[in-house]
């Protein structure tokens, strides 16, 4: 198929070399002239705009849009929006906010162009390895761009397979590393859940690595003291233990470097997708207790202290034993 | 009655001269000679070790053991023990762990020595207010001790009475600001977990301030931004507010000082409680998320960052995006 | 002062009484006419439109809404604005989420309508006790309502003032029980926090009592099993003790009158603010566990299982060793 | 190398049939006689008590005891020494607590018998993938129990090498399964950690499906609500993304099965790992907030409501508004 890549950052630029090297037809826009030209080099075609790219495009006109989620995908999409034939398909593979989405999705249709959802998982690894994508939007443009989506999924590969899935019953896209989960939205729905769950496996391996840590503390009897190696324990538990994944493949990689993750300052980064998935869950009336405390240990680690520390301490102080608390 | 104090600090100390003021007679034992004579201006008999202070002490003598719990409590009981004649009684007024008072009263019995174990909430302001006790051991001796419990205690005092306990079936002595709780230990655990919970509250106004104070980030859209006064909204609260507690009045007392509670530095003691409140409710498969929480903090407090929040660095690192992190 | 009271519920109806005992003139409105009727009885001057309110109360006419959040507020005071000339005020007593206050003071302001929001704490006990509140809008204006609010408001009491407040350089309203806390919204924000609040302390001592009612559990040693008096416990708690709150005294008269609480059936109803502070603390990157736990605990009361526990036996049964869990 | 196998249930049978298979003697006992007829078919030794065991054994006798940790295990370690010849060695492959392990090694070091402590992870997977191993004793012993450890461990296998452990610095044990982690006690002390990192994992994932499951709830707008495939979500999650792990693996498993999990009853067990893992943060001072979380999420799948629910209720219905609430 034909498409117009928008965005060629790593995410964008990789999706569309792994398309061409499969025979795909890439017009590619940026508003970073380097990055189109190098895409170029790797055989796509240059647009200068928006409108450049509708006009060298197929029909109907694919438009994959992977821009950072927030106002400049907005933008983008409004700008394809303006002159936007009967027909033509958006496809938002970047991170947004599935309510944006809906509205969205409404918006478009409204001019009788389509709306495609994409949440996309597998970072720097996706272009080798395939992209696991999770897919929100109507069945038969979904359908109708399967070529892509399946040429960007990882397939079947070497994972082994799924009992109860080898019948001819069951969907093969989710096999092949993609899903149409449902209507506009829902693939972001599903990929923000994604990655909330990635916040709690992550916390989880950090918080069992702390006791490990601690457990040399010479603030513990001697004979309860051990001075474990953390490198081998992440390696050996990659061998066959219940707690193997490829999170933990990438915590082994990083403690096989340093041990000690010296290069790291401790602050930790989050993004939409846990606060969002926090969200969800207060619609739902879910208890996220885990999910929740993995989000916000990323906070804390961001602070020195919290002022509630000092109501803490002021509040002891003001019962009385602990008279060392002021400094 | 005639008791013998151990201990005479803060507590000790302060609980020994509310019962002289109410007509009780004390001997005064404590490793540092200036606070027994400070007690002894105060009408206290000063006792010079342990034997000296059986001598002095009226029959059968009752020991009130005030120091801090671990082992400065089991060597001074022990040191009792030595040569206790059958009937004495042994008060362990600290902060034990239950399990000890278990064991320790098991210990005591083989001698025919009795021991209480007596839970004390009311820190330094406890000699004016009183103190509320909580109380384990067998019933026979708590009774006869009542003189020295009712008098250490609050009395029913100007606090407005609970209805359904106006009537003659209640023990009156909870009313009062003291309970025996039951056998051995008894007195502590309550004591413990009322600790467990004081946590908990604790950590909940200190987290209602954190984001009472964080509304006036330059982050946040400026017409959602406020920049609140803290000291008076804990007064205002104080005020006919569900949520007036003392600890909030502490914290209006804390802010009207100083509403940036600048003095404190932020890192927060725990002491042996809220650890042993935990291991209870994993004793019982008690869910415990709050009380754990507010624990977690306070360890969270006193580091500046975790091993843990490197791991996850790390891991954010590695799976690619996110390369700004290592410093 | 003249008002016009809309909504004669629990709160509003026992608001305008305040009112009225201390000679404010009310005029009252309400769907149900029988709410309307029994406040006539009471001395107000029923109305039977707003725009009848609006005739025959004073001038400026001040509107005191007091109808359940979200869209009965919402076309309450849209309808008020149909006719509202300059210089109206409307409160909005109720318990609004502050964005919603944020956007209507802008909508109301381009009509020259004031608008003052008002978090109120209290319950069936205000009327006697006085209501506890927390005020956003314009200085000018709240100013100008201040006799109602004075009114309305605890005042001073046999509360013990706070030391450090005695001054005359603070705001004396905080004292009196009510406090103008910022521009549009800030009432009802503070008063969010203060819910938030409430959640975590009313779980904290949930969470306590349940330590304590496991301590009788037959599954522990017989020598560590406590069969504990817990209407005793939350009494003597009251006195003197460091937990002694508002909440406290609530928990001991329902122990007093069940001590097995065999009346509740477990499932306990969240309202919006609880989730707003959670919302609240994402955007400000506030960890926030205690208080978030103390929400989930409310959601997990209201189900018999979650799907995410089948997932775990689900998984247990996976690794091998747990045939039991599938019945 | 000849070992005695003491109890060959699943795990312990496993392993001695993966230790025959590639040439090891195994002697065998068991209280039940089939269990150890069984062995024998497969070509063990079959033992009639302990010390007919030694007698068959080769020397110095290794003993391998699989039972039920804690006073199983514990006894059946008392008998072996007994008797025990100095030199002896004593393997206890089950899940012990590991301060249990640093009292038996002390224990039978006094009469010169070696204790090696092996923490096992693999379930029933184990013969055919192998066993992923942590081991705690002395170098030397450990070290002469090689053949035995690098037999029952996976070995590098199919699995994607960690650059950095590529050269020949790094203990080559780690990638081939199994860890020297330190002294007596040090390898059930990581297996400990590894179960509490488990728990976490679990209900990271448990709470993702249950935020899924929760979209198609009635109760939201019906342009938000998705009615999601979780069976198929679960699959293409393994598929490339950054959740992807074994535990993964095992639910895409179940919702293959049944995609309603309607089989699991969502009553979750837990054994002492993850309790012990929430002790030793609290000794080393270290947050887990997940950790504990998702433990407090398995108590809490235990029973209907507890009685904290029903505190809260009545608080609600103390303060006023919630007159629902009592049934």
Known sequence: MKMVMIGLGRMGGNMARRLMDKGHEIVAFDRDADAVAKLVEAGA??????????????????????????????????????????GEIVIDGGNSFYKDDIRRAKMLAEKGVHYVDVGTSGGVWGRERGYCMMIGGPDEIVRQLDPI???????????????????????????????????????????????GIEYGLMQAYAEGFDVLKGKASEKLPEDQRYD????????????????????????????????????????????????????????????????????????????????????????????????????
């Not at 821009?67 to 983008?76: D, M, Q």
């Open 149 to 195: 989506f399946s040429t960007l999924a990882p397939g079947l590969g070497s994972i082994e397979r799924t009992e109860g899935r080898l019948d001819d019953a069951t969907d093969p896209r989710a096999e092949n590393g993609y899903i149409h989960a449902g209507p506009a939205g829902a693939g972001h729905f599903v990929k923000m859940v994604h990655n």
């Open 228 to 327: 474990l190696n953390l490198t081998d324990i992440a390696e050996v538990w990659r061998r066959g233990s219940v707690i193997s994944s490829w999170l933990l493949d990438l915590t082994a990689l990083a403690l096989a470097k340093d041990g000690k993750l010296e290069g790291f300052s401790g602050h930790v980064a989050d993004s939409g997708e846990g606060r969002w998935t926090i969200d969800a869950a207060m619609e739902e009336a879910v208890p996220l207790n885990v999910l929740s405390a993995a989000l916000f240990a990323r906070y804390r680690s961001r602070v020195d202290h919290t002022f509630g520390d000092k109501v803490l301490s002021a509040m002891r102080f003001g019962f009385g034993g602990h008279v060392e608390m002021p400094q």
């Open 45 to 86: 075609e240059a647009a200068t705009s928006v409108d450049d790219a509708r006009a060298k495009a197929g029909l109907p006109v694919v438009w994959w849009v992977m821009v950072p989620a927030g106002e400049i995908t907005e933008s983008v999409i409004t700008s394809i929006c303006e002159n936007a034939a009967e």
